[in-house]
């Protein structure tokens, strides 16, 4: 078994492993409506989005709940595409008055389907480990890490556009989020278990 930091290493590269790149496509969904002046907001989805996904991945982990992996793989780029629906409506709004309790709702509902999706990952890691509380804390600290450099890339991006480029608030949205559609309609499409 590795150290406490080897399982951070290991949720880093889970999340940012650019071949995994649906987590990064919802992080990003998450993000983009929001700028570095709304970061409490920010923060507290992604704090209710690790939460959630934290509880579902050591239900999965410690065998109290357990999902089929075919349907996981499937939701998890439907949480992406009604993330990006629902930024786009906001973004076609002429004065954007975001729906925070509606979306961290979501952002809960959505969070316990990714954490069954790093559960696979992490189940296969400790495979034959009898001792899963650290490696699984450690993972969830490196997941949660490279989310919050997501999330800091995005606003970042946002910030350089609108700020530097001069691009309208609007079009960002519009434009970042009609990207993410385009990428994840095949992922839905691909994964579809029926």
């Given at each position: 078994?590795?150290?406490?930091?080897?399982?951070?290493?290991?949720?880093?590269?889970?999340?940012?492993?650019l071949?995994?790149?649906?987590?990064?496509?919802?992080?990003?969904?998450?993000?983009?409506?929001?700028?570095?002046?709304?970061?409490?907001?920010?923060?507290t989805?992604?704090?209710?989005?690790?939460?959630?996904?934290?509880?579902?991945?050591?239900?999965?982990?410690?065998?109290?709940?357990?999902?089929?992996?075919?349907?996981?793989?499937?939701?998890?780029?439907?949480?992406?595409?009604?993330?990006?629906?629902?930024?786009?409506?906001?973004?076609?709004?002429?004065?954007?008055?975001?729906?925070?309790?509606?979306?961290?709702?979501?952002?809960?509902?959505?969070?316990?389907?990714?954490?069954?999706?790093?559960?696979?990952?992490?189940?296969?890691?400790?495979?034959?480990?009898?001792?899963?509380?650290?490696?699984?804390?450690?993972?969830?600290?490196?997941?949660?890490?490279?989310?919050?450099?997501?999330?800091?890339?995005?606003?970042?991006?946002?910030?350089?556009l609108?700020?530097?480029?001069?691009?309208?608030?609007?079009?960002?949205?519009?434009?970042?989020?009609?990207?993410?559609?385009?990428?994840?309609?095949?992922?839905?499409?691909?994964?579809?278990?029926?």
């Amino acid at each position: 078994m590795g150290s406490f930091g080897f399982y951070i290493e290991l949720g880093l590269g889970h999340v940012l492993d650019l071949n995994a790149y649906d987590h990064i496509l919802f992080l990003m969904a998450l993000t983009i409506p929001y700028t570095f002046r709304m970061w409490k907001q920010v923060l507290t989805l992604v704090t209710i989005f690790t939460v959630a996904h934290c509880l579902s991945l050591a239900f999965s982990v410690y065998g109290i709940a357990e999902v089929d992996v075919a349907l996981i793989e499937f939701l998890i780029p439907v949480t992406i595409l009604l993330t990006a629906l629902f930024n786009l409506r906001e973004g076609l709004k002429e004065h954007s008055d975001l729906s925070f309790k509606m979306q961290a709702v979501a952002t809960v509902f959505f969070g316990l389907i990714h954490g069954f999706g790093f559960s696979n990952y992490f189940k296969m890691l400790m495979a034959g480990e009898e001792e899963k509380l650290n490696p699984l804390l450690g993972f969830a600290m490196g997941i949660e890490l490279s989310q919050l450099i997501v999330i800091l890339g995005v606003l970042l991006f946002a910030a350089l556009l609108e700020g530097i480029l001069k691009v309208p608030r609007r079009y960002f949205i519009i434009g970042t989020t009609a990207l993410v559609i385009a990428i994840t309609i095949p992922m839905i499409i691909n994964t579809w278990p029926w």
